[in-house]
């Protein structure tokens, strides 16, 4: 079964410029996280979907994020524009239907964001 | 809210001898689930152990071990007989019991470097 994918692995854009983070879930997976690293400091919750739904967004930082997960695959992450204290790690996970401790979530390697 | 503290921002333990990271959270809930991470280098994140906040004995995988203090509210990791593999950064975790939302709630990490 392959694990949760991230594309970039790495990005390094100017302030000002758009940048789109993808996540590949599980297959199968209806739950999807994105959480951000801020250098340094803890991991933060951005959102959760299910399916294509947000669950929960409550850590969205600004209307500069905007995620979608169209037919509740994949999800994009697309920051517009970035400014420098967007730099960080995103990471995203994934887990099975239903909100249980045994639906561990499974974590991508995360996508490295730096902005200049 | 709820929050994590991981007061040790870097360990290093021998090979084959044992080790302890600190974890202290605050909530006000009585039900929760408490986790530890680990992310080796370059390497997405894996959860290591689990415990549920209202059974009382501590939970146990193979060489890792927890030491839950619910009125304390601490939750530290021991593991047991070092390996070279386990050098990674582990964070604590914490995760509501509502079932509005299943968030993460993380420390800021604690880089273990474990020498042969």
């Known amino acids: 079964e392959a694990g949760v994918t991230q594309f970039p692995s790495h990005s390094v854009i100017e302030k000002g410029q758009t940048v789109t983070l993808r996540c590949d879930p599980i297959s199968g997976h209806d739950n999807l996280y994105w959480y951000r690293r801020v250098m340094g400091k803890e991991i933060k919750f951005l959102l959760h979907f299910v399916k294509e739904s947000k669950q929960d967004e409550s850590g969205m930082p600004n209307n500069r994020f905007l995620a979608e997960r169209t037919g509740g695959t994949y999800s994009t992450l697309k920051v517009q524009p970035a400014e420098l204290e967007d730099s960080g790690v995103y990471f995203c996970?994934?887990?099975?239907?239903?909100?249980?401790?045994?639906?561990?979530?499974?974590f991508g390697p995360g996508t490295r964001l730096t902005v200049l | 809210a709820q929050t994590v503290t991981q007061s040790q921002p870097e360990m290093s333990v021998q090979e084959a001898e044992t080790v302890t990271l600190s974890c202290t959270y605050d909530?006000?809930?009585?039900?929760?689930?408490l986790f530890w991470y680990k992310q080796p280098p370059s390497r997405q994140m894996i959860l290591v152990i689990r415990q549920e906040a209202y059974k009382q004995q501590n939970a146990t995988e193979n060489r890792f071990s927890v030491n839950f203090q619910k009125a304390a509210k601490s939750f530290s990791l021991k593991i047991s007989d070092s390996q070279l593999g386990d050098a990674a950064m582990y964070f604590c975790?914490?995760?509501?019991?509502?079932?509005?939302?299943?968030?993460?709630?993380f420390g800021t990490g604690t880089r273990l470097q474990v020498f042969p």
């Open positions: 996970a994934s887990s099975r239907r239903g909100l249980s401790s045994y639906n561990e979530q499974f």
């Open positions: 909530t006000s809930e009585s039900d929760y689930y």
């Open positions: 975790a914490y995760r509501t019991l509502s079932y509005n939302t299943d968030k993460l709630i």
